[in-house]
């Protein structure tokens, strides 16, 4: 009686953490549902290849091992020269940046077009290698022999001319210019050929200040864009623009009161 009852104690204690284990998992896997990789585009400047991505989640202390691929190896390792928001210490946030050295990745004279995959994992508390679900997105980069990359300043203020060049396009290329904001949705800035790669652009004083995204499309193939991000900022108040001539007109004011005061100086002091 005793030793079945101790069976049983032991069977049903294995049977309680198994089923405990259980429920764990199943409450990571609900949160794991949660997290988003979306918004990966990528510029190339002849040298390094810099993708961007956003990934979402709800707790932003949880940390995600990123790697990246390329069809270079038929996605068959991570990349090498990859620096950045890689590997397993990864936390969520918009704007992540990878910068992959292809140069110093690939042979010199590979010309090929490039798909990348970037796979996302979420991880175990307390543990760095057991996933619990993966997410992965796929793009394109052109081919490093083209060496078309996209120009553009990080940040510009509304009310301002925005400029952006496009280096190493042919002379019949076809260059449209979009502007993606964070709703993703596209606006077109304008269109030039490869013989005069420059476009400027007035940016709206309504333009709603935020993170917006740059992408340059040769020729209609949007799967061979390039982007970049950009920051549009609030215009300058004029208010902030009139206070240094205010300080500056201050500054004048107390000097003058004072040169106008009595600048009569002490006669000598009388010894008796």
């Known amino acids: 009686m005793q ?6 104690k032991k069977s049903f204690r294995s049977h309680l953490l198994f089923f405990l284990f259980g429920v764990i998992n199943c409450f990571w896997l609900q949160r794991a549902q949660a997290q988003t990789l979306n918004n990966t585009f990528s510029s190339f400047d002849g040298n390094q290849v810099t993708i961007f991505y956003d990934l979402v989640y709800s707790d932003t202390s949880q940390l995600f091992f990123v790697e990246i691929f390329s069809s270079a190896d038929q996605f068959a390792r991570p990349l090498s020269f990859a620096s950045g928001a890689v590997g397993n210490r990864v936390k969520a946030g918009r704007l992540q940046k990878i910068v992959w050295d292809v140069r110093k990745a690939l042979p010199s004279d590979f010309d090929q077009e490039i798909s990348y995959k970037l796979k996302v994992t979420l991880l175990l508390p307390g543990q760095t290698t057991v ?17 078309v990359s996209l120009i553009a300043p990080a940040s510009c203020r509304r009310g301002k001319l925005l400029k952006v060049s496009v280096a190493g396009a042919n002379p019949g290329d076809q260059l449209v210019y979009e502007l993606i904001d964070p709703q993703k949705t596209t606006t077109t800035l304008g269109s030039t050929s490869g013989t005069s790669p420059v476009l400027n652009w007035p940016v709206p004083v309504s333009l709603p200040s935020g993170r917006y995204t740059i992408r340059l499309v040769s020729n209609g193939n949007t799967a061979e864009s390039i982007a970049l991000p950009i920051k549009i900022k609030h215009k300058i108040p004029l208010v902030v623009k009139a206070l ?17 005061g009595d ?5 000598p002091i009388n010894p008796n």
Do not use: C, W
């Not at 240094?244 to 106008?260: D, M, N």
């Open 263 to 267: 600048s009569t100086l002490p006669g």
């Open 131 to 147: 996933p619990i679900q993966s997410q992965t997105t796929q793009a394109v980069v052109p081919s490093l022999a083209k060496a």
């Open 3 to 8: 030793r079945d009852y101790f069976l049983f």
């Open 244 to 260: 240094p001539a205010v300080v500056a007109g201050a500054v004048l004011i107390v000097l003058s009161g004072k040169k106008t």
